[in-house]
């Protein structure tokens, strides 16, 4: 009896869903379908949809057509054979009714996602009006998705497709955008970027829920939000807020009178359930639905929103979590995916050693490139010490861009500046072995190397001589007679100045693991 009534109610349930997609008389594609498309090179092209139940749906791009049937759902998919870099093309979809996308382009697809930094237009970075009059790039082509919270993953979303011109580079993700502009310069292909970010959000909620679950050492944020949730008043928070604007109004009133700054508005109630920072929230809203768009890779800086307290040291966690459900989603193997390294912020170094949360997600991205087909953009050398969201996006771009062309590509070039590897003891020297060194190791600006520290058993870390041997530096000091531990570069804004001689700074680095 109770197997026939849970039978009644899944069938049921069932149902009411495939019948809300049922209503879809007209054929009907995704978003990110439109004009102006750029489809991944060399791979088979996932094309899907919508359409009446059974319906029988026709697909067309250049020489080829592919055919499927809708399912009781609605759905429906195709993929169509892999073609070489090319375009203008016309994709068309026929069912009951037909569509058509025209100036579709075939080339390198890559997705750009993570938090202000990577949301940051062009128009925003350093030397827009030279990067706008230059912008004549109609080959490179971005989709911006529309910011969207949801509880659950959705199936769609909205976005458009905007060609590269001085009128559209303002809009666009520079971090995105300058990426993009390298690869179609050294690969003379046409370039497409996904947009998919928002500022101010950590990375849980770019990864789905199932993928955070899976992992204890996230319980207790989750629970947190779990909580937060539940406990949620509307009519409470409406009259707390109520009494904040009361308070600000006073104050921004008697800082007006007094020729100072107001303080800012206090934010008016906001249902945790619609917030950007609950985990998942936008992986369902801007990552889910751009699943199985074929591309080539995925690019990220974001970070900033995690580097606070000790939630630090779950970010290399919370990376490698994300990346690997990414991947999983998009069932194309271990794609490419590569991440903005935190620059350099704040005031500068002081002490040989400066630790903080800003420091261990950098390490934590470093740590992160275990993960196979990872790669990373070092940038403390081209941040602000007095703005988080520094303005030279173009070596930001085309750092990433390297790692991308050295790799995915396989051009003969270094693919960034020197990682550690490796720490030998030798008397009361310790010899550090680098990844990454290309033709040689070079201290940027002729002078003697700087931002290397040493300490002894004791843990206390000082400034240490360290010179360039070769293709290793050899680190020392007069103070630790039995040195056990290197750091490099170990502060927010370190006085650092390791590079290759390709002109690409060293990662900050630490050969211990003690616990601060």
Avoid at 256 to 274: C, E, I, L, M, S
Avoid at 318 to 347: C, E, H, K, S, Y
Avoid at 408 to 429: E, F, H, I, N, R
Wanted: net charge positive; aromatic share 8%; hydrophobic share 40%.
């Amino acid at each position: 009896m109770r197997r026939s009534l849970l039978f009644k109610v899944v069938v049921g349930l069932l149902f009411a869903v495939c019948a809300a997609s049922a209503v879809r008389a007209d054929v009907k594609l995704p978003g990110v379908f439109a004009d102006h498309m750029v489809l991944q090179r060399d791979m088979a092209l996932p094309v899907w949809g919508w359409a009446e139940p059974g319906e029988k749906v026709t697909v067309t791009l250049g020489e080829q057509t592919k055919t499927a049937t809708a399912d009781g759902c609605g759905k429906w998919q195709v993929k169509l054979d892999a073609m070489p870099a090319g375009g203008p093309h016309v994709l068309s979809v026929k069912g009951n009714n037909a569509l058509k996308i025209d100036d579709v382009l075939v080339g390198e697809v890559w997705i750009g996602s993570g938090q202000s930094n990577m949301a940051m237009s062009v128009a925003g970075s350093a030397n827009f009006e030279a990067e706008k009059a230059a912008a004549n790039h109609p080959k490179i082509r971005m989709f911006t998705v529309s910011r969207k919270t949801a509880e659950e993953p959705q199936t769609d979303c909205t976005g458009q497709w905007n060609v590269c011109s001085p009128d559209t580079v303002g809009r666009f993700s520079a971090t995105a955008y300058f990426f993009g502009r390298e690869l179609h310069k050294a690969l003379d292909v046409p370039v497409g970027m996904i947009n998919s970010s928002w500022g101010g959000t950590p990375v849980q909620a770019w990864t789905s829920l199932p993928a955070q679950e899976a992992l204890p050492q996230l319980k207790p944020m989750l629970d947190s939000w779990k909580k937060r949730i539940a406990e949620y008043d509307p009519e409470k928070a409406k009259q707390q807020y109520e009494k904040q604007l009361a308070v600000w109004k006073d104050r921004a009133a008697k800082a007006k009178a007094a020729g100072k700054r107001p303080p800012r508005r206090p934010r008016g109630p906001y249902d945790p359930v619609n917030n950007p920072h609950r985990p998942a929230s936008l992986y369902n809203g801007m990552i889910a639905p751009l699943v199985p768009y074929a591309l080539r890779g995925g690019i990220w800086y974001q970070g900033e929103s995690n580097a606070g307290g000790s939630s630090a040291k779950l970010y290399g966690l919370q990376l490698q979590a994300m990346i690997t459900n990414w991947r999983n989603d998009w069932a194309q193997g271990d794609f490419p995916f590569l991440w903005v390294q935190l620059p350099n912020f704040r005031g500068l170094q002081q002490q040989p050693v400066e630790t903080s949360g800003w420091v261990i997600v950098q390490e934590e991205m470093l740590k992160s490139l275990s993960l196979p087909g990872s790669g990373m953009a070092v940038t403390i050398d081209i941040g602000e010490a007095a703005d988080i969201h520094p303005k030279n996006k173009q070596d930001v771009g085309r750092r990433l861009a390297q790692w991308a062309l050295a790799t995915t590509y396989g051009k003969d070039m270094v693919a960034c500046g020197p990682l550690y590897k490796s720490m030998q003891k030798q008397g009361d020297k310790i010899t550090i072995t680098f990844d990454h060194v290309g033709s040689g190791l070079v201290a940027k600006g002729g002078e003697g190397l700087k931002g290397f520290a040493v300490a002894g058993a004791d843990r206390k870390f000082v400034w240490a001589d360290a010179k360039i041997k070769g293709d290793k530096v050899v680190v020392s000091s007069s103070q630790v007679k039995d040195p056990v531990a290197v750091r490099y570069a170990w502060a927010m804004n370190p006085i650092a100045n390791l590079y290759n001689k390709a002109g690409l700074p060293a990662s900050p680095f630490r050969t211990d693991d003690w616990q601060e």
